[in-house]
């Protein structure tokens, strides 16, 4: 049995690391000289779209992250069921004006905040193809679940060197960092965490998700491709050892 990753990126350090940590080649976007046989076993890292024939095991095939990278797929099929709690959204720019706070996403495939714009009640909010409604957050967390067990947990906080340019949009490039042994998520939360991942039919995944003051769960989107370094790569490589074994 051969296994193989194969990445949405070819220039992805994250699945570089991992296919270190495993001893297990990436496959070529390019000029690549391996042709798949049915037995082969994939780790798809992030990719929604394959254009090679695929053997009949991918971890996290691409026709299931599709609708897990598209924010605004995201939010349709999270929205039509109860096992955990999203923030509202619109396609519509007039609802979305009467938001005390809304977020409009102009890109639906992006992250460290690319694309994001912040209005105010009352604000037209740019041209965009989702706005969801802010929701004030407590404590956020990136939750890691793979095969129906929660395998790491990352909380964001703010930078202790840095004062943040902006508390609503929390990236590393606003003064935000993932640190871990802090304070716990709540239970909700890690269950969330895993019914998201089993609700869109992966096999693993980083949650991003937030707690409110009220004690609510809102689960804000799900990577397919989440940045591996230190233990998170560590969780990530046993956990995938087991998986394949």
């Not at 890292?45 to 598209?70: F, L, M, R, T, Y």
């Not at 720019?93 to 005390?100: I, M, R």
Request: charged share 30%.
């Amino acid at each position: 049995m051969r296994q193989r990753i194969y990445t949405h990126n070819p220039f992805s350090r994250s699945a570089r690391a991992l296919s270190e940590y495993l001893d297990i080649p990436r496959i070529k976007h390019e000029n690549s000289r391996y042709f798949t046989r049915n037995s082969d076993v994939w780790i798809n890292w992030g990719a929604s779209e394959i254009p090679i024939h695929q053997p009949d095991s991918v971890i996290n095939k691409p026709s299931k992250i599709v609708a897990a990278s598209n924010k605004l797929l995201f939010f349709a099929k999270a929205s039509d069921t109860e096992l955990f709690r999203v923030p509202e959204y619109t396609t519509d720019p007039e609802v979305a004006k009467e938001w005390p706070t809304c977020v409009s996403r102009t890109l639906l495939r992006a992250s460290e905040g690319r694309g994001i714009v912040i209005t105010q009640e009352g604000e037209e909010p740019p041209e965009a193809p989702l706005y969801v409604r802010y929701v004030k957050k407590q404590r956020e967390y990136r939750i890691h679940v793979m095969d129906n067990e929660v395998i790491d947990i990352q909380r964001k906080i703010r930078d202790p060197d840095r004062e943040p340019d902006n508390w609503q949009i929390r990236n590393h490039s606003n003064g935000f960092i993932f640190v871990r042994n802090t304070q716990q998520p709540m239970d909700e939360s890690k269950k969330a965490a895993v019914d998201v991942i089993n609700y869109f039919e992966l096999e693993f995944g980083a949650v991003d998700l937030i707690e409110t003051e009220s004690g609510k769960t809102f689960v804000l989107e799900v990577n397919t491709a989440p940045g591996l370094e230190g233990t998170t790569l560590t969780k990530y490589g046993d956990a995938f050892r087991q998986l394949l074994a």
